[in-house]
């Protein structure tokens, strides 16, 4: 499975940007995707995640009410619209999908896109 991300680049504070991560499996549907976000120097951490059973989506503290996470199963997309964006959102954000089965876990990585925000 290939996660391509998209949309990363250059914004003063304030601004907005949507990334999208498109894949390449069938079974896009079934997996949980996730946005992760690593800024220089620091660890990656989970920005938001959107489920494969029933669309619910949950959201770091420092993004609430600012970020929204949706997904199109069938163009097999996960996208972040990220709105009114600061300085300490600056970071490499990584597209994450992962699958459950009885048998084993399914995991994989975009290769990631980097978000700057500058005035």
């Known amino acids: 499975v290939q996660l391509v991300e998209s949309g990363g680049g250059l914004v003063q504070p304030g601004g907005s940007l949507r990334l999208s991560c498109a894949a390449s499996t069938f079974m896009f549907s079934t997996y949980d995707m996730s946005w992760y976000r690593q800024a220089q120097g620091k660890e990656r951490e989970l920005v938001a995640r959107i489920s494969s059973a029933d669309g619910s989506t949950n959201y770091a503290d420092s993004v609430k009410d600012r970020f929204t996470i949706s997904r199109d199963n069938a163009k097999k997309t996960v996208y972040l619209q990220m709105n009114s964006l600061k300085p300490e959102d600056t970071a490499v954000y990584y597209c994450?999908?992962?699958?459950?089965?009885?048998?084993?876990?399914?995991?994989?990585w975009g290769q990631g896109t980097q978000v700057t925000v500058s005035s």
């Open positions: 994450n999908g992962r699958r459950s089965t009885r048998l084993k876990e399914y995991d994989y």
